[in-house]
């Protein structure tokens, strides 16, 4: 049950903000829209499949990922910049499900980009470990961070009986 409620958290500001996008396409690129449209209904698609699941492998957790990435390359197109090296024995381990997503989601929320200083972020392995790294230009009227999905992953850590994950909020960059 507690694994369950950790897992449903997912910024609902998404969906109301991927509408809007929609919403702006259909009057500028109706086959744009429609793209967008379907790549929505797939992304959904998938986090309904994750919700029976605890975990997932790095594999969907990338694929779930990518998707989410390219409906706010949509919006942003150059502003956002995305890089996976994983290396293909790490793609099968386990991670709590829709956790990538959540990081991911997190970047996008706090910080600011543009064509000028795009948000950077990269997932790669590093001795054992799966890296999620992205640039960092906090938002001026974003307010301070509760790490609310980092306490939310954490708590699905322990709960699994897995170790945890390290952090480093650094000026310039932020890697889990």
């Given at each position: ?12 500001h ?30 959904y698609?998938?986090i ?10 790095v594999r969907e ?10 409906l ?33 989601e ?32 906090r938002?001026?009227?974003?307010e301070?961070s ?10 699905r850590?322990t ?5 945890s ?12």
């Amino acid at each position: 049950s507690e694994l369950s409620n950790l897992r449903a958290h997912m910024d609902p500001h998404f969906l109301f903000n991927s509408l809007n996008v929609v919403s702006g396409l259909i009057d500028e690129d109706k086959e744009k829209a429609q793209d967008f449209i379907a790549a929505l209904s797939g992304l959904y698609r998938s986090i309904l499949e994750k919700q029976g699941q605890t975990t997932s492998s790095v594999r969907e957790e990338l694929e779930i990922a990518e998707s989410y990435i390219g409906l706010y390359k949509s919006r942003f197109e150059d502003a956002l910049y995305y890089e996976v090296n994983v290396s293909d024995a790490d793609l099968e381990a386990d991670l709590p499900s829709m956790s990538l997503q959540l990081l991911i989601e997190n970047a996008i929320k706090h910080n600011a980009f543009d064509k000028e200083h795009p948000l950077e972020i990269k997932i790669y392995t590093e001795e054992g470990h799966i890296v999620i790294w992205n640039t960092k230009r906090r938002k001026e009227l974003i307010e301070n961070s509760t790490r609310k999905s980092l306490k939310n992953i954490r708590s699905r850590y322990t709960l699994l009986g897995k170790d945890s994950f390290s952090v480093e909020d650094q000026t310039d960059a932020f890697t889990v």
